[in-house]
């Protein structure tokens, strides 16, 4: 018998089938196959909060099979998944801890670049797209923690709400907009849940999209020397390289594991919990905000309120445009004395705003 | 002279004594002798007790004025004595003692100030209320004049009667609405009956408690008798040995009460619904409860407790009966146990325990449960007694329901702690807690098939709980175990991913 | 010299077959770890829970004639289920007082709570007598015919 040319792949033939139709092998190639410097040190926090995004995804859309986004039934839905639901505390748990962890990772991966000058020329817009990657990612931390309607939730979202209202001008209209009225209610909670599920997913989707396509075009920064502009002249030593594939995927891949490992000891545990069901009558008596609002939090407790809420804006508007504002060529720590000293300030200053937010 | 003469010769009330044929002639000056003799003595006799009375009562109102009705009788237990209010030129809306009073001096500025904004001054209710007077002029040779009925400050002796003239007036107290019986209800009160048989004046009177120009509504959070300042008032003088020493009456009370129960949800949680001195004694009408009316007085907030207790063998008992207060105390009532059925080690039994020497009947004295530690039924229950088994068999009845339920509580807490969700088990936890309240109030019954009921009950409760509990604690364990699987595939994958890494870094090389 | 040549490879071939056998064994078992709990999560599990439109049935008019009442389970929380002229109430049957749970008292005709005598009223849950210091909250009461629900807990 004569076979057909193509219409029996085979084993393995798969691949060639697909290949020949839209030329995957050279596409793939050209993503997988590109080099990297070789004393790049990016301690995978990238690629870190990448992966817990994925697990986010995941598990959020496995509690979305449950949940049920109305004030009457969300506490007891949730209370279902966490009780109920096989394997539910689980899903629910890990949920909780991948968002901690990404903030985390987040933060530590935007500290990496600062110190490591990697957001420098030819990387500012990828720079910019991460700012609007960071904000996003708070987004969801905050519209997130008000899905599980139980007091804790409950209240911190009104602290949490009222801090944006005290931002001159914009301040109550965006409060009245997130809040969808004046107060907390069910019409809070589907616009949360609206914006959670849907409107943040998708535009994290293109930022982290364009994100990687930039990082994919400029490639990693060198810790040790800046990148050469065009027509620009190369002194010293070529820089050394090592391919990404499958050098640095497999200990990224490596990284994704140990964190694995921790969000399954953390979820067995330490499990999410569940206060009781939101009152709007009671206010309890201790309400505190998530943890990395707490700097935010303790700030206003110190200074007037304007200066308080400004604060944040200002310094997340003055490191978005820190590649337009810090323009030396410098990536080395030394000749970055500044910028280093002013990075460790804030820094200290963020960390010991939060432990103190904590304790008190 | 015989008197005897008159007695024989006399058969109308006039006849004049005709002197004896054979008498010597008398002459006009011994007869007049004879009047004076027995005259005298007997005018100094009523004068003077006219004068004692008078002495006593200090008050001269002018009888034109006299509004009074008739004296009061000696005794105090039947009638009170009629209340005495001041008769005094009306006062047509005028207050003359206010207008020249607020500007003499700083202490009467402050008197005329405080009675301004006192109840009182608020309503209307002049100076001369109590002070008599004539309140429409601004002379004080007119305005306090003995003729328009002034007497200065009230005595403490009069202070009460006068007080009584408006409040224990019906008609007159209709449009504030007051109730009327204060008055009748302080001639019972120990104080009352004080102040009207022995004239003891050291006793409180109205004034005491309610003050004087600055009265207040007794729902007004500063007033010295609004209920959670009732304590501290009563304590002002039953706190102090100097004054309760011709009494012979103990001080510590409030000291007592402070520490008990009730005292730290009064003064402590500023509870109103916990009991004052008043609650128990009464106010007006303050009086110890005696032994049988105890139950009554506690029973007035305990009720489902009253009502259980009347149900035992208890009540029915007469001299015998141990009351509320034979194992709760009186101002130092504290939380209950089953620490309460037993003494830690058993205490002397002699005949005189239980029996009255005199004549062999069962009896209870006061003075046998002073000491908290003796407030036990084995107090008269002695261990070889056919009850003392009873008593036995309820307390561990009981104790296995608070052991039960006591170990299911501290399960759900340990699965708590280690993050299960036991909001379910907490819920079914209410049913076991509402049995186990329900046998240990079944306590005042006595009645062991009773209480046995509810305490069985709360066991198989509990122990429903506990089994809940433990579920979830083995849930937990079962997830620890499953996690350290999962860790160890995880491990492996590294440890693999590492081999191969190195595989791959040895080929580049 | 051939005589050692033909052992490398032997050697080197186990070696990279073993190699093989273990990538196999991680790529299927972190498959498993994360595969298992995504099924079991998918099965819906047996108990009705939240959802049903959260409705749950309680009772029938026959079962609790008017002028009288009872303590149901509803979920796991008790609920004290009254049948007055006004219609049929639902009250959580945890007494605001202490957490004991109440009962309906066919004497008194109101709820009582049997630790410590602390009365509600039918009528609307409030505090009739005793030491609870609030009433009792309402719960939602849907009467289909005869059929007597609870909606949402």
Redesign the interface.
């Known amino acids: 018998m004569q076979r057909l040319q193509g219409s029996d792949p085979g084993a393995g033939g798969v691949v060639a089938w697909i290949d020949e139709r839209i030329q995957a092998r050279t596409l793939i190639g050209a993503l997988l196959h590109v080099r990297i410097p070789f004393l790049a040190k990016t301690y995978y926090l990238g690629g870190i909060t990448l992966f817990l995004f994925g697990v986010q995804l995941a598990t959020g859309t496995l509690l979305l099979l449950y949940y049920q986004p109305t004030p009457e039934t969300a506490y007891e839905s949730v209370l279902f998944i966490t009780s109920e639901v096989t394997f539910g505390w689980l899903v629910r748990s890990i949920h909780h801890w991948a968002a901690n962890l990404m903030i985390i990772t987040l933060v530590l991966h935007v500290v990496r670049i600062f110190f490591q000058a990697a957001y420098k020329y030819p990387r500012e817009m990828t720079w910019l797209v991460g700012i609007g990657l960071l904000g996003v990612t708070i987004g969801f931390g905050f519209t997130g923690y008000l899905l599980p309607w139980d007091q804790r939730a409950f209240w911190a979202t009104v602290v949490g709400t009222e801090i944006v209202g005290a931002v001159p001008w914009v301040g109550e209209p965006i409060l009245e907009l997130l809040r969808g009225g004046a107060d907390i209610s069910d019409a809070t909670l589907t616009r949360f849940f609206a914006i959670h599920v849907m409107i943040l997913p998708v535009v994290f989707a293109g930022l982290i999209a364009l994100h990687l396509v930039f990082v994919h075009q400029t490639g990693l920064a060198s810790p040790k020397r800046p990148d050469p502009r065009p027509r620009e002249e190369v002194t010293g030593e070529p820089e050394r390289t090592k391919p990404f594939f499958p050098h640095y995927v497999l200990d990224e891949v490596l990284a994704w594991y140990v964190v694995l490992a921790a969000l399954v000891v953390l979820a067995s545990l330490f499990p999410a919990g569940l206060e009781e069901e939101a009152n709007a009558l009671v206010t309890p008596e201790h309400t505190k905000p998530e943890w990395y609002f707490l700097s935010v939090y303790e700030l206003l407790k110190h200074v007037p309120r304007l200066v308080g809420v400004l604060t944040p804006v200002i310094l997340v508007v003055v490191l978005a445009m820190l590649p337009f504002i810090d323009r030396s060529r410098e990536v080395r720590p030394r000749r970055r004395r500044l910028a280093i000293l002013l990075g460790l300030i804030f820094l200290v200053g963020l960390v010991g705003l939060t432990i103190r937010g904590y304790v008190s | 002279m015989h008197d005897s003469d008159l007695v024989e010769n006399g058969t109308g009330p006039r006849m004049s004594p005709s002197p004896p044929p054979n008498a010597l002639p008398r002459s006009h000056a011994v007869r007049w002798l004879r009047a004076i003799v027995i005259a005298v003595p007997c005018t100094v006799l009523v004068l003077s007790l006219a004068g004692s009375a008078i002495a006593q009562d200090p008050t001269p109102l002018p009888t034109s004025m006299t509004a009074s009705t008739p004296e009061p009788d000696g005794s105090g237990a039947s009638a009170p004595p009629a209340p005495t209010p001041l008769v005094h030129p009306p006062d047509d809306g005028t207050n003359g003692c206010y207008a020249c009073h607020v500007s003499i001096d700083d202490r009467q500025a402050e008197l005329s100030t405080i009675w301004l904004e006192s109840v009182h001054g608020q309503a209307g209710v002049g100076c001369a209320s109590c002070h008599g007077g004539d309140p429409r002029s601004d002379e004080v040779t007119v305005a306090m004049s003995v003729a328009a009925g002034y007497i200065g400050i009230p005595t403490r002796a009069d202070t009460v009667g006068i007080c009584g003239g408006c409040h224990a007036d019906v008609q007159r107290m209709r449009s504030s609405n007051l109730p009327t019986d204060q008055y009748a209800k302080y001639y019972t009160s120990v104080h009352g009956q004080k102040l009207a048989e022995e004239g003891d004046t050291r006793v409180a009177i109205c004034a005491d408690c309610h003050g004087t120009h600055g009265v207040k509504k007794a729902s007004d959070p500063t007033a010295d008798v609004y209920p959670l300042n009732v304590p501290q008032l009563c304590a002002s003088c039953h706190s102090d040995a100097e004054k309760m020493e011709p009494y012979g009456i103990p001080t510590n009370q409030f000291a007592i009460y402070q520490k008990s129960v009730h005292g730290e949800a009064l003064l402590g949680n500023q509870d109103t619904r916990a009991p004052t001195c008043a609650s128990c004694h009464g106010s007006h009408a303050a009086k110890p409860p005696n032994s049988t009316e105890v139950v009554e007085v506690c029973g007035r907030c305990h009720t489902a407790t009253q009502a259980l207790y009347e149900q035992s063998k208890h009540s029915r008992l007469e001299a015998v009966a141990p009351r509320c207060w034979t194992c709760h105390g009186t101002h130092d009532v504290s939380n209950p146990s089953t620490e309460l059925f037993f003494h830690r080690e058993l205490p002397e039994y002699e005949c005189t325990t239980c029996h009255d020497l005199a004549n062999r009947k069962l009896r209870l004295q006061a003075t046998q449960f002073e000491n908290p530690d003796d407030r036990r039924c084995d107090t008269c229950h002695h261990p070889e007694s056919i009850i003392y088994a009873q008593v036995d068999a309820i307390y561990r009845s009981l104790d296995a329901a608070q052991v039960a339920f006591d170990g299911a509580a501290a399960q759900i807490d340990e699965a708590a702690r280690l993050g299960m969700i036991v909001r379910d088990a907490r819920v079914q936890l209410t049913t076991a807690r509402t049995s186990l309240i329900q046998a240990q109030a079944a306590v005042h019954t006595t009645k062991l098939t009773v209480i046995a009921g509810f305490a069985d009950e709360a066991v198989a409760q509990a122990d429903d709980v506990r089994a809940l509990a433990d579920a979830r604690l083995d849930e937990s364990t079962f997830r620890r175990q499953a996690m350290v699987a999962v860790l160890a595939i995880i491990a492996l994958n590294i440890v693999i991913l590492t081999l191969w890494k190195r595989r791959h870094d040895l080929e580049l090389r | 010299m051939q005589v050692d040549e033909p052992i490398q490879p032997a050697r080197g071939v186990g070696r990279r077959q073993f ?1 093989r056998w ?2 196999g ?2 790529v299927v ?2 498959i ?2 994360i595969v298992t ?2 099924i ?4 819906p ?1 047996k ?1 009705s ?3 049903g439109g ?1 409705k749950m049935l309680v009772g029938t008019i026959q079962d609790i004639p008017p002028g009288t009442g009872q303590v149901v389970p509803v ?4 609920a004290v289920v009254v049948n007055t002229e006004q219609g049929v109430r639902a009250y959580s049957a ?1 007494c605001t007082h ?4 109440v009962a309906w008292d066919p004497v008194a005709v109101n709820i009582v709570c ?4 602390g009365r509600f009223s039918p009528a609307n849950g409030s505090v009739l007598s ?2 609870p210091p609030a009433p009792l909250p309402n719960l939602q009461v849907a009467v289909e015919g005869d059929e007597i629900f609870i909606v ?2």
Request: with cysteine; hydrophobic share 40%; charged share 5%.
């Open positions: 190699m273990l990538m064994f991680s078992s972190t498993a770890i709990p995504l079991g999560f998918l099965i599990p108990s829970g939240a959802g959260g979920g796991n929380t008790p945890v202490l957490g004991c749970v049997p630790c410590h005598d005793g030491p949402s807990v």
